[in-house]
């Protein structure tokens, strides 16, 4: 089934920008919505971004920033970070679910019900 790998975290001053990459096996990843979130220490995990078949979408606070995209030759989808600051800081995870669902809430979420996840990478916005 369905895997995914996340790569690219790592230590980064304010102002500077990193790759995440999210690599995936055993399905191709063009058959999912994809979404990014990340969790802050102390705080509840939010939305970063998420891609579908026709469009992709970020949190506010991104906005700007950061740019997700999918390669689907490599089946692999990245977050480029850019202008880094603190409170950027987290652990990231990439996610997917099937392109088809069904959301009971009255919500726009179009990354909501993510089916698979990944472990997560760090990502550490510090002077």
């Known amino acids: 089934q369905l895997q995914l790998v996340e790569s690219g975290g790592g230590s980064v001053r304010p102002g500077g920008s990193l790759r995440l990459s999210c690599a995936a096996s055993?399905?191709?990843?063009?058959?999912?919505?994809i979404g990014w979130f990340r969790q802050a220490p102390g705080k509840e995990r939010e939305g970063v971004s998420c891609i579908t078949s026709t469009s992709t979408d970020y949190a506010d606070s991104v906005k700007g920033r950061f740019t997700s995209s999918r390669d689907n030759a490599k089946n692999t989808v990245y977050l480029q970070m850019d202008n880094l600051g603190p409170d950027d800081t987290g652990v990231y995870y990439c996610?997917?679910?099937?392109?088809?669902?069904?959301?009971?809430?009255?919500?726009?979420?179009?990354?909501?019900?993510?089916?698979?996840w990944g472990k997560g990478t760090l990502v550490n916005v510090t002077s």
């Open positions: 055993g399905s191709t990843l063009d058959s999912y919505r």
């Open positions: 996610a997917a679910g099937p392109k088809a669902y069904f959301n009971p809430t009255g919500k726009a979420d179009p990354c909501y019900g993510m089916s698979y």
